[in-house]
């Protein structure tokens, strides 16, 4: 089969996708290998995204699959209300081993959306717990993603995102982003400038006093928004400041966790401990949904009151631990051990920058970013018609250019899996500058 039947496509309301037009010219992929995707006619696909930051490990690697073929025939499903089975314990420490800190103890979800649900709940109700119960607010950040869940939108500050729903977000309030072009152009790495706006935390406390805020929840490097590394220092006063006010700091990890910043965990990279840590995507490579939330023991402590039979935390979802996803996990996490592939990507980093940065100078090119193995660039917008530009380049990288990218208005990121090769990185970027050039 070459092409799906018209009547198949319309069924399904691909999200953050232009359906309409999707629909005319579909871009399907049907199988995947290592680095590549392959279309229904057998096309290699170069794989610069890594799906949706996700396939850290690559795809369909062998022992992954394994491990869930093993899980589907030996435990389809157990709950993990009241009850329990091996992998989901043996998941829970092999996370809680690679985090930092007193982040010993993992909740479990089945995305980024709801990990961030869950590490807000967790953080809300933990100062009830403490008799703090009016700490209800959250701090989040402009043009931060948290997921789709009414945590991530209320917290999250894409307007896309916000603007259908903002009768239905809860109490939050907004830092500055952190990305100023004029400052920080062309930057590589961690720019030098911005760690002041930290401080802009110190005024919302003053505006909303520190008792009514619960959380300050943003992602160590903002990933879905285009890519923006922390400036020097920022992330270590967010921590001062949140520390020094009670005030729960939890990272968005969902993109920076499991290999991306060249470390388990941006926490570790940026040597700066959160109180909650969100992860997904990359704990399974991809191969299977999960989530969760990292939680400091302190916090897990707190709850740990009361009657034996009484439930103590409120909270959870029919598939959290799932054993197929548990086994993904288990065994993605020995395949990041077994290949060295944390260390593999912070050796990369610099062939990276380099392969990324030598696009400055093609047409419409306005500005990149990068930092581990995650970078983008942002082009000129078509007047009048904004995000046309980077979706007209996206579609033809796919269709002409054999690369799959992410896509974001006018920015284009890149998130290759961590088993790339410096030959790989050669090949995105010189199509990509093929395209660009192309594009003039």
Request: hydrophobic letters at 45%; one cysteine or more.
């Amino acid at each position: 089969m070459t092409a799906l039947p018209t009547n198949q496509l319309e069924a399904f309301w691909l999200p953050f996708t232009p359906n309409r037009e999707f629909k005319r010219n579909p871009r399907i992929v049907a199988r995947a290998e290592g680095m590549h995707y392959f279309d229904l006619e057998g096309r290699k696909i170069l794989d610069a995204a890594a799906g949706l930051w996700c396939a850290n490990a690559g795809h369909c690697r062998e022992p992954i699959v394994k491990a869930i073929q093993e899980a589907a025939a030996t435990l389809d499903f157990a709950p993990t209300f009241q009850f329990g089975h091996p992998k989901v314990f043996e998941a829970a420490a092999k996370i809680a081993a690679l985090a930092p800190g007193d982040l010993d103890h993992v909740f479990f979800t089945n995305s980024g959306s709801e990990s961030t649900d869950t590490a807000v709940k967790l953080a809300v109700a933990y100062h009830r717990v403490k008799g703090e119960g009016t700490r209800t607010r959250v701090i989040g950040r402009e043009r931060a993603y948290h997921g789709v869940g009414m945590a991530g939108i209320s917290a999250g500050g894409i307007v896309n995102n916000k603007k259908w729903f903002n009768a239905l977000a809860f109490q939050a309030d907004h830092l500055p982003a952190t990305y100023n072009r004029k400052e920080q152009h062309w930057s590589k790495g961690l720019p030098e400038w911005g760690a002041h706006l930290a401080d802009e935390l110190e005024k919302l406390i003053a505006l909303h006093d520190a008792s009514t805020i619960a959380a300050v929840i943003v992602e160590p490097v903002a990933g879905s928004t285009g890519v923006l590394p922390p400036p020097v220092g920022y992330l270590q006063r967010l921590r001062e400041i949140t520390a020094k006010h009670g005030i729960l700091l939890i990272f968005d990890e969902v993109i920076t966790g499991f290999g991306r910043v060249g470390a388990a965990f941006a926490a570790e990279r940026f040597s700066v401990t959160p109180d909650l840590l969100t992860f997904a995507k990359g704990v399974t490579s991809g191969a299977a949904p999960m989530g969760g939330v990292l939680v400091d023991k302190k916090i897990y402590d707190a709850f740990m009151t009361g009657p034996d039979h009484a439930i103590d935390m409120f909270h959870g979802y029919t598939y959290s631990g799932h054993p197929l996803a548990a086994a993904a996990a288990c065994a993605t996490l020995d395949l990041y051990r077994d290949e060295g592939l944390f260390a593999r990507a912070r050796d990369l980093e610099k062939a990276f920058e380099r392969g990324v940065h030598a696009l400055r100078g093609k047409p419409h090119v306005a500005d990149i970013r990068n930092v581990g193995l995650a970078a983008a660039f942002d082009l000129d917008p078509i007047d009048g018609a904004p995000g046309k530009r980077g979706f007209e380049l996206m579609k033809t990288l796919f269709f002409e250019k054999d690369v799959m990218v992410r896509v974001a208005g006018d920015t284009i990121a890149f998130s290759p899996p961590l088993i790339a090769t410096e030959g790989d990185l050669d090949e995105i970027f010189g199509r990509v500058a093929e395209a660009l050039g192309a594009a003039a």
